[in-house]
C-alpha cells in the first residue's frame, strides 16, 4: 500500500496567518492526491482534487499543489472557520489511503 | 440535494456481525462508486472497502478482507456493508462516501457517519 505522511501533526496559528501542510507520499501518484477539512463531530469535506483542482464552493484562500510524491495545502488568510484537522488522500491505486491528518489550532 | 444516510451501527460483542446500510438520494446512484471510511475514536480516517457501480468489482482494505463484504442495490439507491467476525480493534464511525464518478476519484459526499463499538 502507498502511505501517506503529514506534517507538521498540529499547528498553531491565529487568523490571518498563511498556513502550509506538507504531504508525502511513499511512491509517486502522479497528481492524484485530494485534501479534506473535518471538524469535531462531522464528516470530512472535500476541498482540492488532483493536486490543485478547487472543489466547488470551496474558498479560494484554499489552494493546493504539488506532483509525484510531495504536495502542500495552502490557507493563504486563515479564518475562524478553518480551525480544523486536515488529510490528504492518495487515490491513484484501488487502496486509497489518508495521511494521519494535520490539526490546526489557535 | 445530494445526501448519503447511515444506519445500522451499534454495540456488539467480539466475533459477532453487523450489517450497515446507507441510504442515497439526490443523484444518479447506479452511475457513482461507493466506498465505506472509518474512524476509530480520536484517529485518522482509514479507507474499509469500494464498491464499483453495477456492483461487479468490490475493493477491500487488508484489514477486514475475509471478514467485509460490501454490496449495493441500486433499485433501491442502497449501499451495505456486512462485518463478520468482528474485533475491538473494528470498532469506529463507519462513512459511506460517493466517489465524484469514477473509481480513481476522491470523494467528494460524505454521509453523517454511524458508530459501530465491539466490546464484551
Known amino acids: 500500500d502507498i502511505q501517506m505522511t503529514q506534517s507538521p501533526s498540529t499547528l498553531s496559528a491565529s487568523v490571518g496567518d498563511r498556513v502550509t501542510i506538507t504531504c508525502r507520499a511513499s511512491q509517486s501518484i502522479s497528481s492524484w492526491l485530494a485534501w479534506y477539512q473535518q471538524k469535531p463531530g462531522k464528516a470530512p469535506k472535500l476541498l482540492i482534487y488532483?493536486?490543485?483542482s478547487l472543489e466547488s464552493g470551496v474558498p479560494s484562500r484554499f489552494s493546493g499543489s504539488g506532483s509525484g510524491t510531495e504536495f502542500t495545502l495552502t490557507i493563504s488568510s486563515l479564518q475562524p472557520d478553518d480551525f480544523a484537522t486536515y488529510y490528504c488522500q492518495q487515490y491513484n491505486s484501488y487502496s486509497w489511503t489518508f495521511g494521519q491528518g494535520t490539526k490546526v489550532k489557535i | 440535494e445530494v445526501q448519503l444516510s447511515e444506519s445500522g451501527g451499534g454495540l456488539v460483542q467480539p466475533g459477532g456481525s453487523l450489517r450497515l446500510s446507507c441510504a442515497a438520494s439526490g443523484f444518479t446512484f447506479s452511475s457513482n462508486v461507493m466506498s465505506w471510511v472509518r474512524q476509530a475514536p480520536g484517529k485518522g480516517l482509514e479507507w474499509v472497502s469500494g464498491?464499483?457501480?453495477?456492483?461487479?468489482?468490490?475493493f477491500y482494505a487488508d484489514s477486514v478482507k475475509g471478514r467485509f463484504t460490501m454490496s449495493r442495490d441500486n433499485s433501491k439507491s442502497m449501499l451495505y456493508l456486512q462485518m463478520n467476525s468482528l474485533r475491538a480493534e473494528d470498532t469506529a464511525v463507519y462513512y459511506c462516501a460517493k466517489h465524484i464518478k469514477w473509481l480513481d476519484d476522491p470523494f467528494d459526499i460524505w454521509g453523517q457517519g454511524t458508530m459501530v463499538t465491539v466490546s464484551s
Open positions: 464498491i464499483s457501480g453495477n456492483g461487479g468489482s468490490t
Open positions: 488532483k493536486a490543485s
